[in-house]
């Protein structure tokens, strides 16, 4: 057992087994349970000005893992919520042109502002249909027509049906109609404010997990531009709701790119920044749920955590991090864990070191993860750093660049975002604002600060350095203390580093190829009995290709379905982490079957065979990939209800869409899997 703590602190009896029972909770927020308990919840400013009705706050806007969902799920328990988890960012690209898109005071955006406002007022309006006394059938005359768009579409098929009906009519240069649309959205806004006044408080709209759908494309981007103006417009004249908006900060660097109004946002916007206090406190308020007498707030790490070589261990982690609350409570996770195996009553140097092995590898790849639609195929640039030193000269990093520059796979992969970036001064500003490293000065190494807002990086000069953030060192293998002064010129960038992580049996060219093809194959794919041969071999390349990281040993699971052969998919389940893990501790599911449905319409058949397959050997989850929409989810919830009542099972059903995020997200090198969690948490909440 490790060395106690110097500081002291008062005495209390603590269990042996006090670290067998720390539930820290889940990292990702929309899963962690103990996020909502008593006493748990940090109040951090963006949580107050996400609570307070009276401040102008739309936007809220940080890194992965800086609490975005935690808000929104926080806020969720406490008020009268309309949720919005839009998907239109991968399906509106056939309708838009994005160079038409760019000033916001023109008719194109002033159009789709207005599309996607409607939008939301009608969402509130069915929500509170459904769960108020509100009633739609007392909409006035002239507003009648919005009922079919309010019970028949959701969010999603509601803004792009108006969006298609709205470009038509530009497109014909019918401003007749134009008008009448702009005007539409101004009369929904006054019958709302009317109608629903006499409500004690605003009714929140919460538009949270843009990025399950992101595909990164500029038509994407001008959408969000166009949505981002839409909430401002329904907070500062609806009456009746406040759109509260979760944002990554990448991704709102691509608005703030090329919104010419951005001025008109910006004061909206509140960064999610912690100080170390609440850092601190975060993990201390889960660490008191598993003490039986509860220690003084701000006491319980001391004893439970080591010092480090005689650094208080509460600074190493929270610099180890980057201050990150995620990071945090997964690295004393991993941590903690590590004590308990060895039998420790406390965590000591020696559970911290093998922590921060599993934790660099990690966060390098969701370094590169989060980038990538910023950065395609990040993780090839950052993979060339292994095994080269941890500080390097401006002239070292001036030869790094010229090495990467002819890099064949970087050439490819990493051309259309790498040569804006061929001077060391920018070179050094990118990996500095992602937070990869920090620049040396005489008064030490500054690193990027947490919040959206954070400083601009400080000025390079030649005698200064670059550091690579400890919290990556590992992952690399880099010579710590080593300062790189220059490169050789014969001597190659590493091409096989940890972040290469593709199917084996191909190369990066192969994988990439093999995705663009799939994405092809599927286009063309025809529904019904002529392309179902083709379908399950769409979907078998889809698992093997976008999920070979969790299912492997991928076979056709052969059947007879009225003389013809049906060929369907399982795959062994072996996660480690993340969503295949949840669905293996939650419905057994070691193995899991993958139904392929190449028709627009399922029947109550296909579900009664997904409940025959569902059994203690193999699990009970079964996925159902079909040609249909997504908007015919709610006719299933039926069978979906019965499935999750007498079999204790799930039936998560995909379709195209789905189908082409996954493929889309790999090509570009993200790995995460956002949007497979929320098919998944869609399905939850249906048969709630």
């Known amino acids: 057992m490790g060395k106690k703590q110097s500081n002291s602190i008062p005495q209390l009896h603590v269990p042996k087994d006090i670290l067998q029972r720390i539930r820290l909770g889940q990292t990702f927020a929309e899963y962690d349970k103990v996020l909502l308990k008593q006493g748990v919840i940090v109040k951090t400013p963006a949580l107050t000005a996400a609570e307070d009705e009276s401040r102008s706050k739309c936007f809220f806007v940080g890194r992965r893992g800086t609490g975005k969902t935690a808000i929104a799920r926080f806020l969720s328990t406490k008020n009268r919520i309309v949720e919005i988890h839009p998907e ?86 019918n401003q007749q109609d134009y008008l009448k649309m702009i005007s539409r959205a101004k009369e929904l806004t006054r019958y709302a404010n009317a109608e629903l006044s006499s409500f004690s408080s605003r009714i929140l709209v919460i538009i949270d997990r843009i990025d399950d759908s992101w595909d990164g494309t500029d038509t994407a981007v001008v959408l969000l531009m166009a949505l981002m103006h ?61 003490f039986p007498t509860k220690p003084p707030v701000g006491s319980a790490w001391n004893y439970l955590f080591d010092d480090v070589n005689s650094t208080s261990s509460r600074t190493m982690v929270l610099s180890y991090c980057q201050k990150r609350p995620r990071d945090i409570l997964r690295f004393c ?19 911290f070191k093998d922590a921060k092995r599993q934790f660099s590898v990690s966060s390098l790849k969701d370094l590169a993860d989060e980038y990538c639609e910023n950065f395609s195929q990040l993780h090839l640039v950052l993979g060339r750093f292994h095994g080269l030193a941890s500080e390097f000269t401006v002239t070292a990093v001036g030869m790094f660049i010229k090495k990467l ?37 005489q008064s030490g190494v500054d690193f990027r600060g947490l919040g959206a807002l954070a400083s601009a990086p400080p000025a390079i000069g030649n005698s200064d350095h670059v550091v690579v953030h400890p919290t990556f060192h590992d992952a690399l293998d880099l010579q710590d203390g080593l300062v790189l002064g220059e490169l050789d010129e014969d001597k190659a960038l590493q091409t096989e580093g940890l ?16 995705l663009e093809s799939v994405i ?70 070691n193995q899991t079957i993958w139904e392929c449905k190449n ?19 193999i699990g009970r989850f079964i996925v159902i990939c079909f040609r249909g929409d997504r908007d015919q989810l709610e006719s299933y919830s039926p069978h979906l209800r019965r499935i999750a009542t007498e079999k204790h099972g799930m039936v998560l059903i995909l379709n195209d869409q789905d189908l082409k995020t996954f493929l889309r997200q790999a090509i570009r090198g993200k790995v995460k899997e956002d949007h497979i969690y929320e098919r998944y948490d869609t399905v939850v909440r249906l048969i709630s």
């Open 230 to 290: 839409s909430c401002l417009d329904l907070a500062t004249s609806g009456e009746f709701c406040r759109p509260l908006l979760f944002v990554r900060e990448n991704v709102l660097d691509r608005v703030r790119e090329i919104d010419t109004e951005f001025s008109r946002l910006q004061p909206c916007v509140e960064s999610l920044e912690w100080t170390e206090e609440q850092l601190v406190e975060m993990i201390e308020r889960r660490l008191l749920l598993a």
């Open 333 to 351: 996770t991993t941590a903690v864990d590590a004590a308990v195996s060895r039998r420790h009553e406390r965590v000591t140097a020696e559970d």
């Open 599 to 617: 028709y627009t319409q399922l029947k109550a058949d296909d579900f009664h065979q997904a409940a025959y397959y569902m059994n203690a050997q």
């Open 520 to 589: 092809i194959r599927l286009d063309a794919c025809v529904a019904g009995t002529e392309g179902a041969k083709e379908f399950e071999s769409i979907v078998g390349d889809v698992i093997r290709l976008c999920f070979f990281r969790s299912l492997l040993n991928v076979q056709p699971h052969v059947r007879d379905y009225e003389g013809r052969v049906i060929r369907d998919w399982i795959a062994a389940n072996r996660a480690e982490g993340g969503f295949w893990e949840l669905i293996r501790s939650q419905y057994g599911a």
């Open 405 to 441: 520059i002819v890099d064949p796979d970087i050439k490819r992969y990493c051309s259309e975002w790498i040569y804006r970036f061929t001077t060391p001064a920018l070179f050094i500003e990118l990996l500095w604002s992602i937070g990869f490293w920090g620049i040396r000065k």
């Open 499 to 514: 972040l290469q992580d593709i199917p084996d049996a191909l190369k990066l060219d192969e994988y990439i190829d093999a």
């Open 88 to 173: 239109i960012f991968a399906t509106v690209g056939t309708l838009l042109d994005p160079a038409k898109l760019r000033d916001t005071r023109q008719s194109p955006v002033r159009a789709l502002v207005a599309c996607l406002r409607r939008a939301l007022i009608c969402e509130v309006l069915g929500v509170l249909a459904k769960t108020t006394q509100f009633r739609l059938d007392r909409l006035p005359i002239q507003l009648r027509s919005e009922r079919t768009l309010i019970e028949n579409y959701n969010f999603d098929t509601r803004a792009f049906f108006l969006i298609s009906e709205a470009f038509k009519s530009l497109d014909q240069e």
